[in-house]
């Protein structure tokens, strides 16, 4: 007892916090934190039945769970073990105990992941982070929207007008957003917004890198212009 006392006295000294409220965040997120036997990286702990988070769930919730709380570390290692799994440019769903394969039947959670790592990198903004990005998660990103772009599991793909079919959306959640179609509005409002954090990475690596600074910058030129073409198609529902 007096162990976990010590350690939670340590852990709320480095955030720094002084109001109540955000100390019992920090405690709340502290709890939920846990090292995934399967990823080798930190994961979250949904509720017993004990059950590696939710994938959707962890991404909606990364700001508040790891930014807000100051936990600096287990933001990379999220991001890390979420970059390591993805499997034609799906982001994994679900991890459970006994199960070494993830489980991929979301079609939003790869969109979640570019708002969190750009909620990472707009928290962090060193030249560390930067380079993770560049080196480890770029690849993924790009590797997202390419599916995305030309057709993927779950019905996912970009039509004609720029906005995405998601035919067979199958989540945890049940859908909230307006129909559009077979265009769920608010996966769409997602892929507009992953395109725009997309536009803004790509635009942030060149203006770091000493090599190929102009190819991040045509990237994000032809991005912003798919983003202009995905917000008027939205707008025209």
């Excluded at 720094?16 to 019992?24: K, L, R, S």
């Excluded at 994961?43 to 991404?59: A, H, Q, S, Y």
């Excluded at 970059?83 to 979640?112: H, I």
Aim: aromatic share 10%; with cysteine.
């Amino acid at each position: 007892l007096l162990k976990a006392k010590s350690r939670i006295e340590k852990l709320l000294k480095e955030t720094g916090f002084e109001e109540e409220t955000e100390n019992a965040k920090v405690l709340m997120a502290d709890q939920s934190l846990l090292q995934s036997q399967y990823t080798g990286y930190v994961t979250v702990l949904e509720k017993k039945p004990w059950k590696l988070g939710n994938g959707r769930d962890i991404l909606l919730n990364f700001k508040q769970l790891v930014l807000d709380t100051q936990k600096y570390k287990q933001a990379k290692e999220i991001l890390i073990s979420f970059s390591k799994n993805v499997k034609n440019g799906l982001m994994p769903n679900e991890f459970t105990k006994g199960e070494k394969k993830p489980v991929y039947n979301s079609v939003d959670a790869s969109l979640l992941y570019f708002e969190a790592v750009y909620q990472y990198i707009n928290c962090m903004d060193d030249d560390e982070s930067w380079e993770l990005l560049k080196e480890e998660i770029f690849p993924v990103l790009q590797q997202i929207l390419n599916a995305y772009r030309r057709g993927t599991d779950l019905h996912i793909k970009m039509q004609e007008n720029g906005l995405l079919n998601a035919g067979d959306v199958v989540s945890f959640d049940e859908w909230q957003g307006l129909p559009c179609g077979e265009k769920p509005y608010e996966v769409n409002e997602l892929w507009l917004n992953a395109l725009l954090h997309m536009e803004y990475i790509s635009r942030g690596i060149a203006k770091r890198s000493k090599e190929k600074a102009a190819d991040y910058l045509a990237y994000a030129a032809g991005l912003n212009d798919l983003s202009v073409w995905v917000k008027d198609s939205l707008s025209r529902r």
